[in-house]
């Protein structure tokens, strides 16, 4: 549903980021806040961190500086799998937005010009909170927080073998069940970390508890954001399609087609007949003791030594992986994206070869 919007109060809501591992239940969540009549949080689009990379968080004053704001927002029209026209984005109102704000226009300020401006499940009037999902944020959580200091964080986090189970039906990554294990675990930790120093910012949540008590954890979230629950978020699936095309709908049912019917906690522990021994092994030697400290109980005694010899190599790719990925702010978009196709294309020939479980 779109609404009027118009004047430069409607660019300052507060706003709030989602971040969690890819298939951890990050887009379940968006979908149920979107669905708040005082939120709006977009489908995923990555478009933030292209910025950041740019402008950082500086201010933007002449009209030449706020035109060029403007089209870094509006000029990636499609991203591999991600539609422009998902987003709904009424632009001619997102440039009277920016074109006419008189104080200090940060990155921050016309990011949440742009949420507002997007497409809602069920707001009417200006939005009170806006906020954005994208798995590809778990590289970068301490960097946003930095980057926007009066945002708040919601993460969550899924069991890492059921995660496992669900990721390996795609082709994001090379799909090694250590790697994953491990990169939960790395995640986790920066989100440990981000809980114990920013307590007022942040907020961890399990999938699990998600699928298993929807209303108590979407009032304790809702609480969090300042908002008050409302039962319509639990009825998601009745507007999770509502004006996408044709092609939109199609990328739904392939990524996301749990959607479109009420939340339940059917994928819950899928681990234990979907996985064998060895992938059970294997995510559980990734995550070590994390996989515990995250309240999760391992299944996996002894390991088996090929899986030993494989965490090192893997301990590596991640590492670099990482250390990659966060070099988005100093190396320039062409060379960052070739090296990060160029170890992944690595990474998923070693694991066809040597590492791929039977």
Known sequence: MESSRSGNENITPPLFFIIGRPRS????????????????????????????????????RTPKQ????????????????????????????????????????????????????????????????????????????????????EAKFVFIIRDPRDQFVSVKKFDF????????????????????????????????????DLVHFPPEVLTDICKFLGVEFQDEMLEFYRNVDAGLGEKERTLLNVFHEKLSSPVN??????????????????????AGRWISEASYQPFANKIKFRIQLSFVFWSAHAIILNAMMNAILWLPAGKRFFLIRMINCFSKIYFLIFCKVK
């Open 25 to 60: 239940g990050t887009t379940l969540l968006r979908t149920m806040l979107d669905c708040h009549s005082k939120a709006i949080v977009p489908t995923e689009y990555p478009v933030l961190l292209r910025i950041l990379s740019k402008s950082g968080n500086r201010n933007f």
């Open 66 to 149: 706020k035109h060029w704001i403007i089209n870094q927002f509006v000029g990636l029209k499609h991203h591999h799998n991600r539609l422009f026209d998902t987003l709904g984005l009424n632009e001619s109102q997102f440039r009277v937005d920016i074109i006419n704000h008189t104080s200090d226009l940060t990155t921050e300020t016309a990011f949440k010009a742009f949420i507002s401006n997007c497409r809602s499940a069920r707001l009417e009037g200006k939005p009170f909170i806006v906020g954005d999902k994208n798995p590809v944020y778990s590289f970068y959580i301490r960097t946003l927080m930095r980057k926007f200091p």
């Open 173 to 208: 990554e090379a799909n090694s069940p250590v790697l994953q294990g491990i990169r939960w675990k790395m995640v986790v930790k920066n989100m440990k970390w981000c809980l114990k120093m920013y307590p007022e910012r942040t907020m961890m949540l399990k999938y699990e």
């Open 265 to 286: 906690d059917a994928s819950v522990d899928q681990w234990k007949t979907k996985l064998s021994l060895s992938e059970i092994q294997g995510v559980e030697k990734g």
